[in-house]
């Protein structure tokens, strides 16, 4: 049954490498299954900073409709401090969608950040348009972390900006999505006027269908590669500005295996690979000087830079082990879990105990999920961590597998029914 079609905004999509690419993505693939054919606008992959992933666009369907737009250029832009897409993109690709629903039959416009800017389109949309307009918050637009920037630095201004302009956003939103329940209620806390029954909490996800991909075409120019000769527990992912505390908690353990079990410790390398938060893959090293000072440097290598997603997911295939390192913030929810778990290899894992991923981690099982309450906890893990790395290297056996009856409601297909009952309500 057709029930229509959903333009789906989004500035970023693949070739980008960016993580936000993956939800457009997503429900590229999934929603015709539940009756919604998708549009997807979006800025051409040659208005882009970062580097691209030609394996990441083989997963996009082949007769996917694509509406590329220009941008404003990089390099003219940054002199004026303003790199974001959503901001150099903005007026391309609000021609573009009304250009889109005024000669063809629109049911629903979906606009999904970061980068947020777009989402001010919300009241053209609605009214210009007459569509319904479902706005999906990846990450929160305001942030506890952007609240303690410094007041002039750009952080700073973009969290002032950010205080301002989300309520003209969200105000002509007919239904609000985001990743979490927490961040759904953070924001209905800051606008008494939100109607909750047009909110859902629906997390990114992971897709089985890219480990097929991954099976029928493994990577071969690899950019990372495994030392054969070591016990490889990976971290693949960026370093999250408040994890410090979490990988210093890891970094305890493993030195306290170094001192019980030095021979064995020296078999293990922790990978940390796509640490670095900057689009172009380039920066300083984060995690290293974290491992120098805890005294484990020798144990840890660490890539800054991304890699191409089907190497990503190849990377979790191939190591014996898994890390899945969060933050201290409790709303924190990592999409990276799903593709962590679908990958079944054991797995260590640290969270805040409010996140919803220590939740479904500790209810998957095949690994170690701690959890703390407040930093002060974090020492008191220290010999849990020693024996669960010591475990994952000696004993993988003892986790058992991941019960994927635990992560299917994540799998995208799942997540792109409950997004079709959104679009079904918007328009209703």
């Known amino acids: 049954m057709n029930r229509g079609t959903v333009a789906i905004l989004s500035p970023h999509f693949p070739p980008a490498t960016l993580a936000g690419v993956h939800r457009a993505r997503h429900l590229a693939r999934h929603l015709p299954a539940f009756g919604w054919q998708p549009v997807i606008i979006r800025a051409d992959e040659s208005t882009y900073t970062e580097p691209l992933d030609p394996t990441l666009a083989a997963l996009v369907p082949s007769n ?24 150099r993109a903005y007026q ?18 979906l606009i999904t950040g970061s980068p947020f800017y777009p989402m001010l389109m919300a009241r053209m949309v609605q009214t210009r348009l007459a569509l319904p307009v479902i706005l999906d918050f990846q990450d ?12 002039w630095s750009k952080g700073g201004l973009a969290h002032r900006l950010a205080l301002a302009l989300e309520p003209r ?41 890219d480990f097929e991909m991954l099976r029928a075409n493994p990577p071969v120019n690899l950019q990372v590669r495994l030392d054969p000769d070591r016990i490889n527990l990976s971290y693949v992912g960026t370093f999250l500005p408040r994890a410090g505390a979490l990988v210093r908690a890891l970094f305890a353990g493993l030195r306290l295996l170094c001192e019980r079990e030095p ?80 990958a079944k290899r054991p797995f260590l894992s640290l969270f805040h105990d409010a996140s919803s991923a220590h939740a479904i981690l500790s209810a998957a099982g095949g690994g170690s999920a701690f959890s703390f309450s407040t930093l002060q906890d974090l020492p008191g893990l220290t010999p849990a961590i020693a024996d669960t790395l010591r475990a994952m290297a000696l004993q993988p056996e003892r986790f058992g597998a991941s019960d994927p009856a635990v992560y299917e409601p994540y799998t995208a297909r799942n997540l792109a029914g409950q997004f079709a009952a959104v679009l079904d309500k918007a328009c209703a």
């Not at 409709?65 to 959503?86: H, K, N, Y």
């Open 263 to 342: 021979a064995l410790a020296n078999r293990i390398r922790l990978n940390f690979v796509g640490t670095s938060n900057q689009p172009s893959g380039a920066g300083a090293h984060l995690v290293t000087p974290l491992a120098a000072q805890e005294g484990v440097a020798t144990l840890v290598q660490e890539t800054p830079q991304r890699v191409p997603y089907l190497e990503a997911l190849s990377l979790l295939a191939q190591s014996n082990g898994l890390l899945m390192i969060g933050s201290d913030e409790p709303h924190y929810t990592a999409s990276k879990i799903y593709p962590n778990l679908m």
């Open 64 to 87: 996917l409709r694509q509406i590329r737009t220009g941008a404003l250029p990089s390099g003219l832009m940054r002199q004026v401090g303003i790199g974001d897409i959503g901001l």
């Open 92 to 109: 391309p690709l609000a021609a573009a969608l009304t250009r889109l629903a005024q000669a063809e039959r629109i049911d629903a416009v």
């Open 140 to 151: 929160p637009w305001i942030s506890a972390e952007g609240a303690l920037r410094p007041r």
């Open 169 to 209: 956003a969200v105000r002509h939103a007919s239904f609000v999505t985001s990743v979490s329940d927490r961040q759904n209620s953070e924001m209905a806390q800051r606008y008494p006027w939100l109607d909750r029954s047009r909110m859902a909490a629906i997390p990114i996800g992971g897709d089985p269908a």
